[in-house]
């Protein structure tokens, strides 16, 4: 299309959406452009922010006529390319942040029912005040969006217990690709009538329509968490932990995280205020949350009980037990600097696989001999949320190495750790999605006909290919 005509349908947006929804300002539009690990930077015609569902679905309307590309973008705090627009350019960025309004909290049917673009954190915050726990939880909270995680299906550190996104969902309100509304903003439990189209939304990273508000689970709120931190000699032990701890404690164990050495010195190294809790160093850690709604419910006295006994048995061989909610704190402070402390050391090479709980341990041991083979001096950071099954496998460069010619080698390294995951029957994208990063690869993962379905599906959702091209499904080779 000409420029002169683009021009006029850029004119029809602005007017649906008023001087305050849109902006071609370079300074305003820049954070929309990149995303936050700088592998990708696109180009947009401009950044279109409504304020309502009928504004979605108006601007919308024009774009499928002018069939002029979609990119919807919650908090761009995706991590694999997935809300960043293409280099081209001829897009719009459908930013949905000012979409922010809980329309309405029922605690009777223990649901909230939120605009898309509400921020995590305040959607936990608002749940709370109602007396009750909306459970998604991920250290990107105070700037993720839930129709973000919802597009994105985010996993974080409550799924143990509660689900991912895709569990917490009830219902759904989406613009489709042609414009039109679809209100599924049901808060029903049960509800067999037919296909659950809803979960073709969620996960569905803006390929296939905008999700513009979700009815959502809520949880009772616990009224005792207890936090702690254990050390543990070996992977195997770490996983035989979890299994123990689980079977005693049932669906109290709300969070198993493991952190490996390497992570705990990255995190002392360069995040303020991270100590080591413990006397002397061990080569993995744990941190694990029971919680409950009861209060008295002897937690603690529980815990304890558990420890000694795995201590006893020789599995753990050190722990603390936060005192305070400012203790449990720390140790989640742990847990995250593990992710900040391995910016300043150099380039890294990220994996979000998944595999069956039974097989972390071996894909631990695999991958990491695997990575250190191919490189010697590679750091393998095996971190995250195991009892799901998910190790965020993250490679930093050799201390000294060339940054450039290390990340250079992301593919390479890729095909080892994904070669494993899959050999143990898992997943190369455990919640962050497939976005541009891996949006090629998983061709090699998935089989013709799985892709062939995920093809036809868009095709009959979105005809003309405006919602997010160029994401999720790989181009036939
Ligand atoms: P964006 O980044 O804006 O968008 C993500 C994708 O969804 C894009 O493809 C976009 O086009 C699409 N999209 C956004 N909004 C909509 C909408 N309303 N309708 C249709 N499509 C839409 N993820 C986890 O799963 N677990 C974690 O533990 C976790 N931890 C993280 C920690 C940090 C420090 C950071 C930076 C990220 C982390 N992430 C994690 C990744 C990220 O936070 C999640 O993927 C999150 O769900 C993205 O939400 P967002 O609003 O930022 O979405
Ligand atoms: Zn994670």
């Known amino acids: 299309m000409t420029t002169l005509a683009r021009d006029a349908v850029l004119a029809r947006i602005k007017e649906v959406v008023g001087p305050k929804g849109w902006t071609t300002d370079p300074h305003e539009v820049e954070p929309y452009l990149v995303e936050q690990r700088g592998l990708y930077r696109g180009a947009t015609r401009m950044v279109v922010r409504p304020a309502a569902t009928e504004e979605v679905a108006a601007v919308v309307r024009i774009c499928a006529a002018a069939k002029l590309p979609i990119v919807p ?3 761009n705090t995706g991590l694999v390319g997935g809300g960043v627009p293409p280099e081209d350019g001829d897009n719009i960025v459908l930013a949905l942040q000012r979409m922010n309004r809980i329309r309405a909290i029922d605690p009777l049917n223990y649901t909230v029912t ?16 109602a007396g009750r726990l909306f459970p998604l939880s991920l250290g990107a909270e105070g700037s993720c969006r839930i129709g973000g995680n919802l597009s994105t299906n985010a996993g974080g550190v409550g799924v143990l217990r509660y689900g991912n996104a895709r569990d917490l969902a009830l219902g759904l309100e989406v613009v489709l690709a042609d414009g039109q509304v679809w209100d599924g903003l049901r808060g029903l439990r049960k509800d067999n009538t037919g296909y659950d189209l809803k979960q073709l939304f969620i996960g569905g990273e803006g390929t296939l329509g905008i999700i513009t508000a979700a009815c959502l689970k809520l949880f009772p709120r616990p ?3 207890e936090t702690a931190f254990i050390a ?4 195997d032990d770490v996983m035989e932990v979890f299994s123990r701890a689980r079977a005693a404690s049932g669906d109290q164990l709300t969070a198993f995280e493991l952190i490996p050495r390497i992570g705990l ?9 991270i100590l080591d809790p413990i006397a002397r160093p061990y080569p993995f850690y744990a941190l694990l949350e029971v919680s409950s709604s009861q209060p008295g419910s002897g937690l603690r006295a529980a815990l304890e009980e558990f420890l000694a006994a795995a201590m006893e048995a020789g ?12 203790q449990a704190k720390d140790l989640w402070r742990i847990r995250e600097g593990v992710v900040e402390g391995q910016i300043p050391e150099g380039g890294s090479i990220k994996h979000d696989v998944s595999v069956p709980v039974s097989r972390v341990a071996e894909f631990v041991r695999r991958a990491t001999a695997a990575s250190e083979a191919r490189l010697p001096g590679i750091r393998p950071v095996a971190f995250g949320h195991v009892g799901d099954g998910n190790i965020h496998f993250n490679l930093s460069q050799p201390p000294g190495a060339d940054r450039a010619a290390f990340l250079a080698r992301w593919h390479e390294f890729n095909e080892i750790v994904h070669g494993i995951a899959a050999a143990l029957g898992g997943s190369i994208s455990a919640e962050h999605g497939l976005g541009r990063l891996k949006r090629d690869e998983i061709a090699r993962y998935k089989s013709p006909l799985e892709l062939d379905l995920m093809r036809k599906m868009k095709r009959a959702l979105d005809p003309d290919g405006i919602m997010n091209p160029g994401k999720v499904i790989p181009e036939p080779r």
Do not use: N, T, Y
């Open 315 to 326: 599995l753990v061989q050190d722990g603390v037990v936060a005192a305070s909610a400012g």
């Open 73 to 75: 973008q919650g908090g």
């Open 265 to 273: 010195e990255f995190g002392i190294r360069h995040v303020p205020g």
């Open 114 to 129: 939120a605009e898309a673009g509400v921020v995590l954190a305040d959607l936990q915050k608002a749940a709370e005040e």
């Open 223 to 225: 009224r005792e968490i």
């Open 232 to 235: 543990l000699e070996r992977i």
